[in-house]
Nanobody
Framework: QVQLAESGGGTVQSGGSLRLSCAASGSTFGCMAWYRQAPGKGREGVGVIDNAGRTIYADSVKGRFSISRDLAKNTLYLQMNGLKPEDTATYYC?????????????????????WGAGTLVSISS
């Protein structure tokens, strides 16, 4: 049974940093990703990473967020720096069992096979 468990959410002041983790179990994955959903808005992609370590980020987080992955631990990370109030959202870890360039993209919302329950990140101004 595949499980994705996010951790590391919380409340920080604007300009601060947070590091989210996603512990995966039950499978290996060709693509892993972070998505987020702000209150009253739809889900949006934050970024993705494949098994080769290649990353793609949404324009809104480029230069501030960094995705990394520990294949040995089957764990995904999201380092968030320079946080802004508009980054307030529930952040979700997602994974696709086999890599597919069409779906391994922050622009694709419905291409992932598995999703975590989410962790709330709140940025105060």
């Amino acid at each position: 049974q595949v499980q994705l468990a996010e951790s590391g959410g919380g409340t920080v002041q604007s300009g601060g940093s947070l590091r989210l983790s996603c512990a995966a179990s039950g499978s290996t994955f060709g693509c892993m990703a972070w998505y987020r959903q702000a209150p009253g808005k739809g889900r949006e992609g934050v970024g993705v990473i494949d098994n080769a370590g290649r990353t793609i980020y949404a324009d809104s987080v480029k230069g501030r967020f960094s995705i990394s992955r520990d294949l040995a631990k089957n764990t995904l990370y999201l380092q968030m720096n320079g946080l802004k109030p508009e980054d307030t959202a529930t952040y979700y870890c997602a994974a696709k069992r086999f890599y597919n360039s069409r779906y391994c993209s922050p622009r694709t919302i419905d291409g992932m096979d598995f999703w975590g329950a989410g962790t709330l990140v709140s940025i105060s101004s």
